[in-house]
């Protein structure tokens, strides 16, 4: 049996990475982060510092080949959004999945995800562990280990540690993509002070494809005020199902 932790950078992937390596350590285990190519300037170099510190193993790194969640956009002339997520399932549960296929040889697999029940309706309703695939070769479950800590456990469980936050934290709450569908109005103000970058970057392609990446209109009038609809403080009702 093989534990395949998948590692996003998150406060919560941290914690799963830390207790799996305390309370299973003699299991054997992969670490594996999906870039988007569409993430915080250094996220790869930071997640690969992060597993070594916390588990002591390499981090593995999959993407897709064919795609950033940028060029996916160009192509579609359009963003990925809410209730059609494509850049989670192309860029993220895809390429994970490729990953294990041919990284991975045994026959069982547990694909473990730092998903909380707390986060989300939508995370609330999904089981701890149900088996995602099974053939001839091989069988593979997906776990979800803390799924009943709060946000407070996590981060007391960090803090015992002396594990760091990713700095992004300091002004998000959220680790995600650099701008990502699920932003709300406050989100998108706090990328705009401190990367202002990725702003111009949805805007030019906004611009480009004349579709916007949030329902309430282009990325700048929401930042703006401008607009209506684009949620403006998280609320959990609202976030049915996240990047899984
Ligand atoms: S973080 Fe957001 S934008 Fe990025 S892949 Fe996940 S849902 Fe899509």
């Known amino acids: 049996m093989t534990l395949v932790i998948n590692f996003s950078g998150g406060k919560d992937s941290c914690a799963m990475l830390a207790y799996l390596c305390e309370r299973y350590?003699?299991?054997?285990?992969?670490?594996?982060?999906?870039?988007?190519?569409w993430e915080h300037?250094?996220?790869?170099?930071?997640?690969?510092?992060?597993?070594?510190?916390?588990?002591?193993?390499?981090?593995?790194?999959?993407?897709?080949?064919?795609?950033?969640?940028?060029?996916?956009?160009?192509?579609r002339g359009k963003f990925p959004g809410m209730q059609t997520r494509q850049c989670t399932s192309d860029l993220k549960r895809g390429p994970?999945?490729?990953?294990?296929?041919?990284?991975?040889?045994?026959?069982?697999?547990?694909?473990?995800?730092?998903?909380?029940?707390?986060?989300?309706?939508?995370?609330?309703?999904?089981?701890?562990?149900?088996?995602?695939?099974?053939?001839?070769?091989?069988?593979?479950?997906?776990?979800?280990?803390?799924k009943d800590w709060t946000e407070v456990e996590v981060l007391a469980y960090l803090s015992a540690r002396s594990i760091p936050l990713h700095p992004v934290y300091q002004h998000l709450r959220r680790f995600s993509c650099r701008v990502c569908i699920y932003m709300t109005v406050h989100d998108l103000r706090q990328v705009d002070k401190h990367d202002p970058e990725a702003v111009a970057?949805?805007?030019?392609i906004e611009q480009q494809i004349g579709f916007t990446m949030f329902q309430g209109g282009p990325i700048?009038?929401?930042?703006?005020?401008?607009?209506?609809g684009q949620t403006e403080l998280f609320d959990p009702s609202n976030d049915p199902a996240q990047c899984v």
Do not use: H, Y
Request: with cysteine; net charge positive; proline share 5%.
């Open 201 to 204: 970057i949805i805007d030019g």
């Open 41 to 75: 300037p250094g996220t790869e170099q930071w997640c690969r510092d992060m597993v070594r510190q916390i588990s002591g193993l390499e981090l593995d790194v999959c993407r897709n080949p064919n795609k950033t969640l940028l060029t996916m956009a160009e192509r």
């Open 220 to 228: 700048r009038d929401v930042i703006a005020g401008r607009t209506k």
């Open 25 to 37: 350590p003699d299991m054997p285990k992969r670490v594996v982060f999906a870039d988007t190519g």
């Open 96 to 146: 994970i999945e490729t990953w294990i296929r041919r990284n991975v040889t045994d026959p069982v697999v547990i694909s473990c995800m730092g998903i909380r029940s707390e986060e989300s309706t939508g995370r609330k309703r999904l089981s701890k562990l149900r088996r995602i695939q099974q053939n001839s070769k091989r069988t593979v479950w997906q776990w979800n280990p803390i």
